[in-house]
């Protein structure tokens, strides 16, 4: 089991940048691997991102390949999604997702909102 915690969300203008952050409680948060999803207004949920355990795979959305990095710091417990030159269509709230494998998602935070003005 494990319980996860984001923050980081907020308003933005398009081109601006945000940081989300995943803090995930637990001694076996280092062998999950860890999501990012998000869901707009209206639309189904996207899966935005993925990192296995050791960070050695990995997974993006196509709209957000180049913009998005995902990275990991196990000694922390923690998950971040920096987001880079940000899109309006890329306001929704955002999950971190903890599971068994890049497509195996078991546990889930809260979400947190983000907001990208034009």
């Known amino acids: 089991q494990v319980q996860l915690v984001e923050s980081g969300g907020g308003l933005v203008q398009a081109g601006g940048s945000l940081r989300l952050s995943c803090v995930g409680s637990?001694?076996?948060?280092?062998?999950?691997?860890m999501g990012w999803f998000r869901r707009a207004p209206g639309k189904e949920q996207e899966y935005v991102a993925g990192?296995?355990?050791?960070?050695?795979?990995?997974y993006y959305l196509d709209s957000v390949k180049g913009r998005f990095t995902f990275s990991r710091d196990n000694a922390k417990n923690t998950v971040y999604l920096q987001m880079n030159s940000l899109k309006p269509e890329d306001t929704a709230v955002y999950y971190c997702?903890?599971?068994?494998?890049?497509?195996?998602?078991?546990?889930w935070g809260q979400g947190t909102q983000v907001t990208v003005s034009s």
């Open positions: 637990g001694r076996t948060f280092s062998t999950y691997a």
């Open positions: 990192l296995t355990w050791n960070g050695a795979n990995s």
């Open positions: 997702a903890a599971g068994s494998s890049l497509y195996n998602y078991e546990f």
